[in-house]
């Protein structure tokens, strides 16, 4: 919520259903481990949906979205965007 969603042209153009289930994947996932998120920030992992692998991102602009936010822990100065791709897209 209250932020944006980036999508890959690879993304973009799956089916809807497979669209919804790589979003589901997304919200989900938790498996955060210390090889794939060494800082501990939960912004950044894989998913894999029907035998394909997806890659999300999430970065915190100003809200201009033209530089990082000055503190990503404040919403008031911070957008947060997610962006989604396969990783041949990467």
Known sequence: MGGVIVESLEVQSLPDATKA???RAIQE???FTRENDPWGEHDCAAVRVEGQDYLFKVD????DL???SPDKSDPT????VLT???PAER
Request: glycine content about 0%; some cysteine.
């Open 60 to 63: 915190y602009y100003d809200l």
């Open 66 to 68: 033209m530089y990082h």
């Open 29 to 31: 996932f938790d498996d």
């Open 77 to 80: 100065v911070t957008a947060r």
């Open 84 to 86: 989604i791709c396969t």
């Open 21 to 23: 289930l790589v979003f």
